[in-house]
């Protein structure tokens, strides 16, 4: 019975695509937790949003908009930021700007008003061949950037100033992740879309790293939480007629509230895996 709902090319698309957002959103969570960079997340949803909204209007397809501009603005963080954690002041302000182009565009968009809001809240039972297709080229990048930066990047995650002091290019870093996050971002809001784009890169690695200390072990939980929440989304999504982004966002918070709740023993365990790093 469960097996069935395969037999549908679009279901199938689902499941290909969301599991390659699950992956990178899990692995990219993880670090922007650590790095204290999710306002920065948050604010990038939000320029993919115009930047989406601004293809439309224009008559391209609005996910390269969204790379467009989200990618764009990570560079931008990157390179004017002297300290990630001391600019949620800037980010905010563009992520003003970012909100106001927005409504302005889909003001202006005369087409079809479900593409525009589709935007917002995900299509993952409606992509396309060639959207998947996309999902895959862009998720697989993104891998392989991050296991090539893995090490480095974890040093400079947790002690920007040691690494620093050790050589280690930590704004060139910095950069190179706030442009994975703008990827991540842009690959997530064809899933969940732009409101509910926190769910698979904050829920998981959040869970995630209050059950382990050590980063690797914590990666790992936060990509199968991730898998875990997609697939048990699209399913419960398939046969019922409930959004997918409403079953990832409930069963998210779902474990996360249970995680914090257990008591004293997770949180002996669960302590931020910063602290642990260190020792």
């Given at each position: 019975m469960i097996l069935s709902i395969f037999q549908y090319a679009f279901i199938r698309n689902a499941f290909i695509a969301g599991s390659l957002v699950a992956v990178v959103a899990g692995f990219i969570g993880y670090f922007l937790a650590t790095r204290g960079l999710i306002f920065a997340g948050h604010a990038l949803s939000h320029i993919g949003f115009a930047g989406a909204a601004g293809a439309l209007v224009l008559g391209v397809d609005p996910i390269f908009g969204l790379f467009l501009f989200t990618i764009s603005a990570g560079i931008g963080m990157g390179v004017t930021g002297k300290d990630f954690r001391e600019e949620d002041m800037n980010i905010g302000i563009i992520m003003i700007l970012m909100l106001g182009l927005g409504a302005l565009f889909i003001s202006l968009y005369a087409g079809y008003a479900g593409r525009a809001y589709s935007i917002l809240f995900g299509t993952i039972l409606g992509i396309s061949g060639t959207e998947v297709l996309v999902t895959v080229i862009f998720g697989t990048a993104v891998c392989a950037v991050l296991s090539a930066v893995f090490r480095p990047l974890l040093f400079a995650s947790i002690d920007p100033g040691a690494a620093e002091a050790r050589g280690v290019p930590v704004r060139l870093l910095g950069?190179?992740?706030l442009v994975l996050v703008a990827v991540a971002v842009s690959m997530s809001a064809v899933v969940v879309g732009i409101l509910f784009v926190f769910t698979l890169l904050v829920g998981p690695a959040a869970t995630a790293m209050r059950i382990s200390r050590k980063p690797g072990a914590a990666i790992a939980l936060s990509v199968a939480l991730a898998l875990a929440?997609?697939?048990?989304?699209?399913?419960?999504?398939?046969?019922?007629?409930?959004?997918?982004?409403?079953?990832?966002?409930?069963?998210?918070?779902?474990?996360?509230?249970?995680?914090?709740?257990?008591?004293?023993?997770i949180s002996r365990t669960g302590a931020m895996a910063i602290p642990a790093a260190h020792s």
């Open positions: 950069v190179i992740f929440y997609t697939w048990l989304g699209i399913f419960l999504a398939a046969v019922s007629s409930w959004p997918v982004s409403f079953y990832i966002s409930a069963i998210a918070f779902a474990a996360y509230a249970a995680v914090r709740l257990l008591g004293p023993a």
